[in-house]
């Protein structure tokens, strides 16, 4: 079975750059058609898609962080990355890495299902 | 910006039926918003549950089912049971120019 694993610092001073590293274990990240992706959700508060890379590098962002995230695949590896730069205190959020994929010629079908257990990130001087 | 729409709370007797929705401020929902729904229960990650409007992961109760309904994604829950009270969070597809994926509010789902 596929599982997600975030690491990275839990705690990053306002203006520096978040970096939060994912390891996939169980399968390859290379094989199939998957995708993988950012989400973060605030204390108390409802989810948010950051973006998602295919392992042939292929990325999309949420347009109101697009200026500062950029999300890196390594397959040898087999983990993704993110980083989110010019942090301020509202990026505090329990961040979640998740494997989406899609299949199908003509009638595609979209799908998320695994998800990391998350990891909190708190922005603080 | 698009904003996705869910009703903050509901609530439901056990063992009796409760419709979510999910609404686009771009128009009506359609199959080609791919909608996913997700649960997440205090303290844990989001578990999914539906893919794709309709589709079931292998581990979602079968009391669970998702449509379009009105111009909106549905996830329905049949013989609701007192661990279904959980967070709701449906996620639509948008493509075009900027491909992104955007998450409803959120429904808060009491079993009482």
């Known amino acids: 079975q596929v599982q997600l694993q975030e690491s990275g610092p839990g705690l990053v001073k306002p203006s520096q750059t978040l970096s939060l590293t994912c390891t996939v274990s169980?399968?390859?990240?290379?094989?199939?058609?998957?995708?993988w992706s950012w989400i973060r959700q605030p204390a108390g508060k409802g989810l948010e898609w950051i973006g998602r890379i295919y392992t042939s590098g292929s990325t999309n962002y949420n347009p109101s962080l697009k200026s500062r995230v950029t999300i890196s695949v390594d397959t040898s590896k087999n983990q993704f990355s993110l980083k989110l730069s010019s942090v301020t205190a509202a990026d505090t959020a329990v961040y979640y890495c998740?494997?989406?994929?899609?299949?199908?010629?003509?009638?595609?079908?979209?799908?998320?299902?695994?998800w990391g257990q998350g990891t909190l990130v708190t922005v603080s001087s | 910006q698009t904003v996705v729409t869910q009703e903050p709370s509901l609530t439901v007797s056990p063992g009796g039926t409760v419709t979510l929705t999910c609404a686009s401020s771009?128009?009506?929902?359609?199959?080609?918003?791919?909608p996913n729904w997700f649960q997440q229960k205090p303290g844990q990650a989001p578990r999914a549950l539906i893919y794709s409007t309709s589709n079931k992961h292998s581990w979602t109760p079968a009391r669970f089912s998702g449509s379009l309904l009105g111009g909106k994604a549905a996830l329905t829950l049949s013989g609701v049971q007192p661990e279904d009270e959980a967070e709701y969070y449906c996620?639509?597809?948008?493509?075009?120019?900027?491909?992104?994926?955007?998450f409803g509010g959120g429904t808060k789902l009491t079993v009482l």
């Open positions: 996620l639509l597809y948008y493509g075009g120019a900027q491909v992104r994926w955007v």
């Open positions: 771009t128009g009506a929902v359609t199959s080609g918003y791919y």
């Open positions: 998740a494997r989406g994929g899609h299949y199908g010629g003509n009638s595609v079908t979209y799908y998320f299902d695994y």
């Open positions: 169980g399968g390859s990240i290379s094989s199939g058609s998957y995708y």
